[in-house]
């Protein structure tokens, strides 16, 4: 049973161009989640996708960031227009439901470099 | 306020031996509560949910006190690969995750 995937691995961009981060969930987990840790800080909350659903999208900047979590395929977060800033690892996390303790598994994370 | 608050550490802990430390959560409507490990800015990976009455995992006990908001993690007979930072982790409704910033442990020969 794999465990949650992400790709690419690491991934550099330049100023100005657009980052996709890909996420399959664990197998049988319906719902995902975006998480980003910034150097030397904590992981922050995104957010949380079903099927075709955005449930909570409190963590994730207004501007230029976006996620999808279609009915056949990977969630996608999606960063325009890149900034230094927005260097980071981001993790993606998937769980079954919502009912008990709804543990979530995270990915191997997708390392973004600005330049 | 952070909502989850740990003790950044480093704990340097002699191998065998026993270390203990505490997370505190601002949110009193926090429902479940984890702690997880990360290594080297890898992945966060689940080290045990945390029940209401307490539970323990191996060399792992977890325990959480909901009137003082607080959570801790103790370690018995330490290891080498025991060395890790230890996420302190709290869900309200909603399924969002809190983490703590984490607390650094050392465990040496």
């Known amino acids: 049973n794999a465990g949650v995937m992400q790709n690419p691995r690491h991934l550099v961009r330049r100023r100005g161009q657009e980052a996709r981060l890909r996420c399959s969930p664990m197998?049988?987990?319906?719902?995902v989640y975006w998480y980003r840790q910034l150097p030397e800080e904590g992981l922050k909350f995104m957010v949380y996708?079903?099927?075709?659903?955005?449930?909570?999208e409190s963590g994730m900047p207004k501007e230029r960031f976006s996620a999808e979590f279609p009915k056949e395929g990977p969630s996608i977060l999606r960063i325009q227009q890149v900034v230094r800033g927005d260097s980071a690892a981001y993790f993606c996390?998937?769980?079954?439901?919502?009912?008990?303790?709804?543990?979530?598994?995270f990915g191997p994370g997708t390392r973004l470099t600005v330049l | 306020r952070k909502e989850v608050e740990q003790d950044p550490g480093p704990f340097n802990v002699p191998e065998g031996a026993t270390v203990a430390f505490n997370c505190t959560y601002s949110n009193s409507a926090s429902q479940s509560f984890f702690w997880y490990r990360q290594d080297c800015r890898k992945e966060p990976k689940l080290l045990m949910s945390v029940y209401s009455s307490g539970n323990e995992d191996g060399r792992f006990t977890a325990q959480l006190n909901r009137a003082s908001q607080y959570i801790s993690l103790l370690i018995r007979d330490s290891k080498l690969s025991d060395s890790a930072t230890y996420l302190c982790v709290v869900k309200a409704a909603g399924n969002k995750l809190t983490f703590g910033g984490g607390t650094r442990v050392l465990v040496k020969p």
């Open positions: 996708l079903q099927k075709e659903n955005i449930i909570d």
């Open positions: 197998k049988g987990h319906s719902h």
């Open positions: 996390a998937s769980s079954p439901g919502t009912s008990g303790f709804n543990e979530q598994f």
